[in-house]
């Protein structure tokens, strides 16, 4: 059973310059292209599994069909090396990336096996540009959570809201959809996580997801795509 998202305002969580959603084609093909947390969406209770049956049980007329392109421990520098093989090979129409967690988190402790500010945007900006010059649809996902605390008390709360940022200017500088998560986690932990629990809610870890994580992820991307 999908999460209802109540009070959450669906506008808030995808923008996109003309203020509209993206709207899902007959016979489209969608990979969503990310880390650990794609690569284990496409289980039984993933978010992947998830919007593909959506489309199998409440939109079979449209013929979409659904891939996950996700590998564990990937950043951003990993999809850009992987994008021929792993989604171009699949010809999508419409790619969704959600990647970005691994960049802060992998950089705590040392910070050459993280991202760079620099870096992330840049590669960002080359991934949104592989999908245009491959005429592809394109929605850009912002990075969760790493802590389920909401009091700014998880310790790389703040580098991980500049990151999101960079995601959301990213998208906006190409004038593709943008699928806050960051914003979505944030809210729904407002409201059930009262108690500042670091994990258990939405995530086992603070990163990987349970099946309501996988639940609030898979309806907040329908949202973005259109399917309400």
Known sequence: MMLHLG?????????????????????ERIVFLGDSITQAGVGPTGYVTAIKNHFADKRPDLGVEVFGAG???????????????DVLAKKPTLVVIYIGINDVWHGEKDPSKGTSEAEYEKG???????????KMRVVLCTPSVIGERTDG???????????AELSRQAAKKARVPVCDLRKAF??????????????????NDGVHLTEAGNQLVAETILSALGEK
């Open 186 to 203: 944030m809210d729904y932990l407002k409201q059930h996580n009262r108690e500042q629990k670091a994990s258990g809610i939405l995530t």
């Open 7 to 27: 009070c959450l305002v669906l506008a808030s969580l995808m923008s996109r310059v003309d203020e509209e959603p993206i709207q899902v084609r007959l016979g």
């Open 153 to 163: 008390k998880n310790p790389l709360d703040a580098k991980l809201d500049r990151y």
């Open 124 to 134: 960002i900006d080359l991934l949104l540009n592989m999908c245009r010059q491959a």
């Open 71 to 85: 590998v564990s421990g990937n950043k951003v520098p990993d999809l850009e090396a992987r994008f021929n093989r």
